[in-house]
T-cell receptor, first 113, second 116 residues
Framework: KAGVTQTPRYLIKTRGQQVTLSCSPI?????VSWYQQTPGQGLQFLFE???????NKGNFPGRFSGRQFSNSRSEMNVSTLELGDSALYLC????????????FGPGTRLTVL | AQTVTQSQPEMSVQEAETVTLSCTYD???????LFWYKQPPSRQMILVIR??????QNATENRFSVNFQKAAKSFSLKISDSQLGDTAMYFC?????????????FGKGTSLLVTP
């Protein structure tokens, strides 16, 4: 099976802009989770989608949003970008039942100037 | 909230030697899952090993094994016969077993360097 794919791999934006990141899960997986990785805060959970519904949400401002499509692909949107949003954004997919292993994509490196 | 602590920010080991990475966690849950992931310089997060809390037997995957001490809330990773390709950042992670939605709660990581 093909792994989790994320596009784009690299992105450079300026403050105030918005950005959309995409994640395609492993075929058959219905859950997609998003994580932000920064040197200062480490890995932090953003949100999880399962069957097109947000099932869990981390402690991030409302500028961070997401959605999931009927084919399980997910997008994450960040509006009004701030310098502190510069990070590696990781997407992970799993079948969606309790305790499933999450398989990660290669990440999208976002730089905000 | 569950916290995961990795007390060793950096470690170094020689090729073919054995190294143990420490992880402790804090939770009031009785049903949960624990993971070790590695993140090499490519930044791709790769599953190393997984442990279900209800299983007393320690998980093993080839050269990788864990020492799971539920009462002590400890979950260490042992890498035997270390190889240069094991050089990576290693993250310990906790996942609750109940409720809707399953988020991984990560430790800060241990940077492991394997030297020739």
């Amino acid at each position: 099976k093909a792994g989790v794919t994320q596009t784009p791999r690299y992105l450079i934006k300026t403050r105030g802009q918005q950005v959309t990141l995409s994640c395609s899960p492993i075929s058959g997986h219905r859950s997609v989770s998003w994580y932000q990785q920064t040197p200062g805060q480490g890995l932090q959970f953003l949100f999880e989608y399962f069957s097109e519904t947000q099932r869990n949400k981390g402690n991030f401002p409302g500028r961070f949003s997401g959605r999931q499509f009927s084919n399980s692909r997910s997008e994450m949107n960040v509006s009004t970008l701030e310098l502190g949003d510069s990070a590696l954004y990781l997407c992970a997919s799993s079948p969606g039942t309790g305790g499933d292993t999450q398989y990660f994509g290669p990440g999208t490196r976002l730089t905000v100037l | 909230a569950q916290t995961v602590t990795q007390s060793q920010p950096e470690m170094s080991v020689q090729e073919a030697e054995t190294v143990t990475l420490s992880c402790t966690y804090d939770t009031s849950e009785s049903n949960y899952y624990l993971f070790w992931y590695k993140q090499p310089p490519s930044r791709q997060m790769i599953l190393v090993i997984r442990q279900e809390a209800y299983k007393q037997q320690n998980a093993t995957e080839n050269r990788f094994s864990v020492n799971f001490q539920k009462a002590a809330k400890s979950f260490s990773l042992k890498i035997s016969d270390s190889q240069l390709g094991d050089t990576a950042m290693y993250f310990c992670a906790f996942m609750k077993g109940l409720g809707s939605g399953y988020a991984l709660n990560f430790g800060k990581g241990t940077s492991l360097l394997v030297t020739p």
